[in-house]
């Protein structure tokens, strides 16, 4: 007979902090934690085997980590079950072990809440909500600046929380006397390229981590997506290693090449922190605070860290309050009316637009592409093309080892597909491959021409987004900052329009 349990604390796959207010607030002598690896995370979207893996893995080690904290918990692997929900799970342990409370903090993703919730509601045991001390501020701190306002820009919300947390702030006024270094952090790497790039720490994986890439291979077997590269961190110390490897070696030149692209380089100076951030391996504040000090030290340019913390502070702050202001609807914005299915290429990488191969090819290979390979790459041709923004949005949230509804949803339905109407972006992101030959060295591997807009070498995102302009241009009307680029469209005679669509027709017939 086990002893009564006074509150069940479920652990999600995605809230791996030790120092959560759920476990702070707990007493391991009364108090049980309850976490359960379930196929559901990783079949309602088709996802990417690194995906799966990052999580069971840093599942498996966290429960190490509170175990050693003295903590009894629940632990169900995928091997010692059949059921394929966390509802069925919870709703039968709900009932064996007959908690006085269930604690949770605010899950990543609305399906599983509501699962949750609707599974304690049945069982007649209360669900207490727990503050979330990882995020700097709470959907409920976003509501109240967002209400009221006609529009939402990220700018001014992030120029709150600089005031409110001092991070790069003198006295009252922006470290620099500016809050933004957007104008200096757009530099290519120009002919020569990058050069000798610091590649960022790898960590191999060890037995608990190599036995889940085993389980995953084999229960996965059909799933996107490679395991052979996987070195992701997993453990909170890795973690905190990879943030210092990041600080010493890639920060400096974060900031000017943030906007970069360049063929093989699947890193460049980017961080990759997202999925320690996401897992809660590490808290956000920690990672600007350790930013900030490398300006302070001396050891890293203000732009830099400025364009870096901007993205943790702004950026996914932003994106974590939009998620929760506007669910369960956001998942189905389609201001676009876009009608296609996503191309079959996106699963496989294959395809003759070599920009589209780099950028899925590396997703498929390690989980990851930076985010303008997400946003002005693979983002950028699924709104020219007119994909259903849900569909593009199931496809991100699938392949990234990052992605999290919270996140993903924002960044994929709202700022690359325009799905909201306007609520992430001010005006959608589109622009012709010219866009990406500036950026990039893609075009020149490439038997695409983007400066050609029809024929046989126009470049597809050159035709399609004259296309996208053309199809759309009643609704772009309403956006002021699309005017400059309408101005444009109406420079194209009714003959060469025409052709443009053609070509259009012929490429998505092809595609498709
Ligand atoms: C269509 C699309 C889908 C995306 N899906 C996800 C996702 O599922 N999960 C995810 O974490 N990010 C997502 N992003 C944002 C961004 O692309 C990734 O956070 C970034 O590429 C992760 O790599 P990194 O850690 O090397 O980031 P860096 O370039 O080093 O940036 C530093 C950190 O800033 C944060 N950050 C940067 N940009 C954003 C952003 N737009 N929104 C929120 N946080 C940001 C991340 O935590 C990131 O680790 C998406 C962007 C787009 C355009
Ligand atoms: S030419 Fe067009 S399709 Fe080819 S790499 Fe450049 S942008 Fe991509």
């Not at 999290?404 to 949803?409: F, I, L, S």
Request: aromatic share 10%; net charge negative.
């Amino acid at each position: 007979m086990t002893d009564p349990v006074r509150h069940l604390l479920l652990v999600l796959g995605d809230q791996l902090d030790a120092d959560s207010t759920l476990l702070q607030q707990a007493d391991s002598q009364q108090d049980r934690v309850w976490m359960a690896e379930v196929a559901q995370e990783a079949t309602h979207v088709w996802s990417h085997k690194a995906r799966i893996t990052l999580f069971l893995a840093a599942m498996r080690h966290f429960r190490e980590a509170i175990a050693a904290q003295g903590f009894a918990a629940t632990y169900h692997t995928l091997e010692s079950h059949r059921k394929t929900r966390l509802g069925e799970l919870l709703d039968q342990d709900l009932k064996q072990l007959r908690p006085a409370a269930v604690h949770l903090v605010l899950p990543g993703d609305y399906r599983v809440y509501q699962e949750i919730r609707e599974v304690c509601e049945a069982a007649g045991v209360p669900l207490e909500l727990l503050t979330d001390a990882h995020f700097i501020d709470s959907p409920e701190g976003f509501a109240d600046w967002a209400r009221g306002r006609k529009q939402l820009r990220l700018e001014y919300y992030y120029r709150v929380l600089r005031r409110r947390t001092g991070l790069l702030m003198e006295q009252d006024q922006p470290a620099g006397d500016k809050w933004n270094f957007d104008g200096d952090n757009r530099k290519t790497f120009g002919r020569e390229g990058p050069g000798m790039l610091p590649a960022p720490l790898a960590f191999s994986p060890d037995r608990s981590t190599s036995e889940v890439m085993a389980l995953v291979e084999q229960r996965f077997a059909d799933h996107p997506g490679d395991l052979a590269s996987f070195d992701w961190p997993v453990t909170r110390e890795q973690a905190l290693e990879a943030l210092d490897d990041f600080i010493r070696h890639r920060l400096p030149a974060f900031g000017p090449y943030q906007d970069a692209l360049w063929q093989d380089e699947p890193w460049l100076y980017h961080s990759r922190l997202s999925a320690a951030l996401n897992l809660k391996l590490l808290s956000p504040m920690e990672v600007c605070r350790a930013a900030e000090a490398a300006w302070r030290e001396g050891q890293a340019p203000l732009q830099s860290v400025e364009g870096f913390i901007r993205q943790i502070l702004g950026w996914r702050e932003y994106v974590r309050g939009l998620y929760w202001y506007r669910m369960p609807d956001y998942l189905d914005g389609n201001a676009l009316a876009a009608p296609h299915d996503l191309p079959a290429f996106y699963w496989t990488g294959e395809t003759d637009m070599h920009c589209l191969a780099q950028a899925i090819g590396q997703t498929l290979e390690y989980g990851y592409a930076h985010h303008i390979q997400r946003l002005m790459v693979t983002g950028l041709y699924a709104l020219l093309f007119g994909v259903r923004p849900r569909a593009v949005h199931e496809w991100y949230l699938a392949v990234y080892v990052d992605a999290v509804e919270w996140v993903e949803a924002p960044n994929t339905i709202g700022m690359s597909q325009f799905g909201d109407g306007g609520l992430m972006a001010s005006k959608p992101y589109c622009a012709t491959g010219k866009y990406i030959q500036r950026m990039s060295n893609y075009c020149g591997d490439c038997r695409y021409s983007p400066q050609q807009r029809v024929g046989d070498e126009a470049c597809p995102f050159t035709t399609l987004y004259w296309d996208f302009l053309h199809r759309n241009r009643e609704r772009l009307e309403r956006i002021p900052r699309m005017n400059m680029q309408l101005r444009n469209l109406q420079r194209i005679d009714e003959a060469e329009m025409r052709s443009i669509t053609a070509t259009a027709r012929e490429h998505r017939k092809r595609v498709g």
